[in-house]
């Protein structure tokens, strides 16, 4: 992303704030894995969205209208000693210089100049609760400016929250963003096809996430979106199942729901196939009603439909399917009024997708719906799910679970899907694994 758009974006808030604010944006804290180990360092998406910026010990401030500087960034100073061992650091210089920040001060200063920018200020914009060492400071800080009340200084009256004005920014999306969500899209796509490619029954799930893991790190994204979830058999009807180390058998599928994040965009995809390469008569019945409401869904995903849209085609397709399989008896419009689908179906069709995987947005506004507009990415991810052991439910359907899943963005004349080099129609997955 270029610093041109990290700039737009900051004026873009700086003009919803209006002058006589300030907002206060702190990074993500390093998260400690066990002793002497931390997680690799991952910096606040909302933090990076405005600033670029991926070190950790970091806040940014925006003060719309200040003559010194609108754009403030605190940070680590440079320090040879410890960039030795922990590799190198921008610094202020790097602050100002590479990033676009205006001014920037070391990080350890900022008890010291923060309350007095604090003090020209009127309303914070800042988001309580995501930082409880900065909530403390600042609280102490406000006290402080309140104490000085007999000397005329008045200091905030109002707080309002930033991650509102940052999330509904967040919801549309740039053509950069799209164009980094593609790549992303493209990479995991190649995962998922090589996954189809290897699979063998007496494979460990694990094994699987190793190959969908080698080929996204070998195209430049190291890191995962979220945990892979590779389940076979019973374990594809584990929504969030994330073991991996059962062995795939033969005659059963695999569901498998994988994406990998670069330039801190998300990718969320999706497949199911049968370990062995072909799909039973069950087995492919399920899956072709499932591929059904998917493809329900995404013809409702244009601009102009509201969220529920997709949702709403998805459950019709499913709910009809599964009574003309027997799996569900009754009238359409009944079962789908008494929700008896989600005995099968317990989820929603889909989520926003961005920096984060369940990416920002209100998904109603005022109470109803929001409507789809451009720019907005999501995705379109139906499924059914059916343990051993269903109640009433034939034994042919037992240990069968299903969902396909695609990621989208809502364009003027529909969407499109960034995802759709993987292949999804039964006898297209055969081809492949076949060849």
């Given at each position: 992303m270029s610093t041109v758009e990290y700039q737009r974006r900051r004026r873009q808030l700086m003009?919803?704030?209006?002058?006589?604010?300030?907002?206060?944006?702190?990074?993500?804290?390093?998260?400690?894995?066990?002793r002497d180990v931390d997680?690799?360092?991952?910096?606040?998406?909302?933090?990076?969205?405005?600033?670029?910026?991926?070190?950790?010990a970091a806040v940014a401030v925006l003060i719309p209208g200040?003559?010194?500087?609108?754009?403030?960034?605190?940070?680590?100073?440079?320090?040879?000693?410890?960039?030795?061992?922990?590799?190198?650091?921008?610094?202020q210089e790097g602050a100002t210089g590479t990033f676009g920040a205006e001014d920037s001060f070391p990080i350890g200063d900022m008890d010291e100049i923060l309350p007095r920018m604090l003090e020209q200020c009127e309303r914070v914009f800042y988001a309580v609760g995501c930082n409880a060492d900065l909530d403390r400071r600042i609280s102490e800080w406000v006290g402080g400016i309140r104490e000085k009340g007999r000397t005329g200084v008045q200091g905030p009256?109002?707080?309002i929250a930033l991650d509102h004005y940052i999330h509904d920014m967040r919801l549309y999306k740039s053509r950069s963003e799209v164009k980094w969500m593609r790549a992303a899209a493209r990479i995991s796509a190649r995962a998922h096809q090589h996954a189809m490619k290897v699979c063998?029954?007496?494979?460990?799930?694990?094994?699987?996430?190793?190959?969908?893991?080698?080929?996204?790190?070998?195209s430049g994204a190291r890191h995962q979106a979220y945990s892979p979830i590779v389940g076979g058999g019973v374990n594809g009807c584990v929504l969030h199942y994330t073991d991996n180390q059962d062995e795939l058998k033969d005659?059963?599928?695999?569901?498998?729901?994988?994406?990998?994040?670069?330039?801190?965009?998300?990718?969320?995809?999706?497949?199911?196939?049968?370990?062995?390469?072909?799909?039973?008569?069950?087995?492919?019945?399920?899956?072709?009603?499932?591929?059904?409401?998917?493809?329900?869904?995404?013809?409702?995903?244009?601009?102009?439909?509201?969220?529920?849209?997709?949702?709403?085609?998805?459950?019709?397709?499913?709910?009809r399917g599964l009574v003309k399989?027997?799996?569900?008896?009754?009238?359409?419009?009944?079962?789908?009024?008494?929700?008896?689908?989600?005995?099968?179906?317990?989820?929603?069709?889909?989520?926003?997708?961005?920096?984060?995987v369940h990416d920002v947005g209100d998904y109603k506004v005022d109470g109803t719906w929001r409507l789809l507009e451009p720019g907005m990415a999501l995705t379109i991810e139906p499924g059914l799910y059916i343990p051993a052991g269903s109640k009433g439910v034939a034994r042919k359907w037992w240990n069968i679970g299903i969902r396909i899943e695609d990621d989208l963005v809502v364009t003027k004349d529909g969407s499109d899907i960034l995802s759709k080099d993987v292949p999804k129609k039964a006898e297209e997955i055969e081809a492949l694994m076949a060849g």
């Amino acid at each position: 992303m270029s610093t041109v758009e990290y700039q737009r974006r900051r004026r873009q808030l700086m003009r919803m704030m209006g002058p006589g604010s300030i907002a206060i944006l702190p990074s993500a804290p390093v998260s400690v894995r066990n002793r002497d180990v931390d997680y690799p360092y991952r910096p606040d998406s909302d933090f990076y969205y405005l600033t670029g910026f991926s070190e950790p010990a970091a806040v940014a401030v925006l003060i719309p209208g200040r003559a010194q500087a609108e754009y403030v960034l605190f940070c680590r100073e440079r320090d040879p000693e410890k960039e030795l061992w922990d590799g190198s650091r921008a610094g202020q210089e790097g602050a100002t210089g590479t990033f676009g920040a205006e001014d920037s001060f070391p990080i350890g200063d900022m008890d010291e100049i923060l309350p007095r920018m604090l003090e020209q200020c009127e309303r914070v914009f800042y988001a309580v609760g995501c930082n409880a060492d900065l909530d403390r400071r600042i609280s102490e800080w406000v006290g402080g400016i309140r104490e000085k009340g007999r000397t005329g200084v008045q200091g905030p009256l109002e707080f309002i929250a930033l991650d509102h004005y940052i999330h509904d920014m967040r919801l549309y999306k740039s053509r950069s963003e799209v164009k980094w969500m593609r790549a992303a899209a493209r990479i995991s796509a190649r995962a998922h096809q090589h996954a189809m490619k290897v699979c063998r029954p007496g494979m460990r799930e694990w094994e699987l996430e190793a190959e969908i893991q080698h080929v996204c790190a070998s195209s430049g994204a190291r890191h995962q979106a979220y945990s892979p979830i590779v389940g076979g058999g019973v374990n594809g009807c584990v929504l969030h199942y994330t073991d991996n180390q059962d062995e795939l058998k033969d005659g059963d599928l695999v569901l498998i729901d994988a994406g990998c994040e670069l330039g801190y965009y998300a990718s969320d995809i999706t497949r199911t196939f049968p370990v062995n390469g072909r799909f039973t008569e069950p087995q492919k019945a399920l899956y072709q009603l499932v591929l059904s409401a998917q493809e329900a869904a995404i013809a409702q995903v244009r601009s102009g439909n509201h969220w529920d849209d997709p949702h709403a085609a998805a459950v019709q397709t499913l709910t009809r399917g599964l009574v003309k399989l027997g799996l569900l008896k009754g009238r359409v419009p009944t079962l789908i009024k008494n929700e008896a689908y989600k005995k099968f179906y317990m989820h929603r069709t889909g989520h926003w997708l961005g920096m984060d995987v369940h990416d920002v947005g209100d998904y109603k506004v005022d109470g109803t719906w929001r409507l789809l507009e451009p720019g907005m990415a999501l995705t379109i991810e139906p499924g059914l799910y059916i343990p051993a052991g269903s109640k009433g439910v034939a034994r042919k359907w037992w240990n069968i679970g299903i969902r396909i899943e695609d990621d989208l963005v809502v364009t003027k004349d529909g969407s499109d899907i960034l995802s759709k080099d993987v292949p999804k129609k039964a006898e297209e997955i055969e081809a492949l694994m076949a060849g």
